[in-house]
T-cell receptor, first 112, second 114 residues
């Protein structure tokens, strides 16, 4: 299983762009990179997933360099409601999530 | 609303007891996953079922067991409960072979063992 490393916590002011970087040096060829968001006492929620280069949706962008050994989740103009834990997952999800593990995640605190 | 339902929302019980947590996946999802999240900890994968069959096992204790029924709902049974079993238990479901590969999580069951 590909091991991921991400900061334990980050603070950001409202309106700022937040970038959370995840390292995954031993990512395998078939592995996807996925980010989830979790609010306190709620189940995680899918944010974005990518394999290479850049992916953008209405919530975030995901930047993946050519070597795929890291990835960066970018949240544009965060608000207080973006305060949550963000998980970076790496794994072969083609057949399901059984080969993917959630770590401790990055606790993002948005400050007014 | 993810479409995944879990009952009960809260459960308070005593050490040594046995409880059953229930999960109904999203309509059409064949895979069900169970996770445990203790206070300020990440999600620990417990077990996965696919269309009624056990697909993968994580760090699930022998005191815990699960099953998935023909209507695809799943139950997680926790027995001989200990104080350390107090946690949030999440169920998730997914449609495999779908891109992006997404898990949909339920609201969780908060278990408190006194």
């Amino acid at each position: 299983l590909a091991k991921t490393t991400q900061p334990i916590s980050m603070d950001s002011y409202e309106g700022q762009e937040v970038n959370i970087t995840c390292s995954h040096n031993n990512i395998a060829t078939n592995d996807y990179i996925t980010w989830y968001q979790q609010f306190p006492s709620q189940g995680p929620r899918f944010i974005i997933q990518g394999y290479k280069t850049k992916v953008t949706n209405e919530v975030a962008s995901l930047f993946i360099p050519a070597d795929r050994k890291s990835s960066t989740l970018s949240l544009p103009r965060v608000s207080l409601s973006d305060t949550a834990v963000y998980y970076c997952l790496v794994g072969d999800m083609e057949g399901g999530y059984q080969k993917v593990t959630f770590g401790i995640g990055t606790k993002l605190q948005v400050i007014p | 609303d993810s479409g995944v339902t879990q009952t009960p929302k809260h459960l308070i019980t005593a050490t040594g007891q046995r409880v059953t947590l229930r999960c109904s996946p999203r309509s059409g999802d064949l895979s069900v996953y169970w996770y445990q999240q203790s206070l300020d900890q990440g999600l620990q994968f417990l077990i996965q079922y696919y269309n009624g069959e056990e697909r993968a096992k994580g760090n699930i204790l022998e005191r815990f067991s699960a099953q998935q029924f023909p209507d695809l709902h799943s139950e997680l049974n926790l027995s001989s409960l200990e104080l350390g079993d107090s946690a949030l238990y999440f169920c998730a479901s997914s449609v495999e072979r779908e891109v992006p590969h997404t898990q949909y999580f339920g609201p969780g069951t908060r278990l408190t063992v006194l």
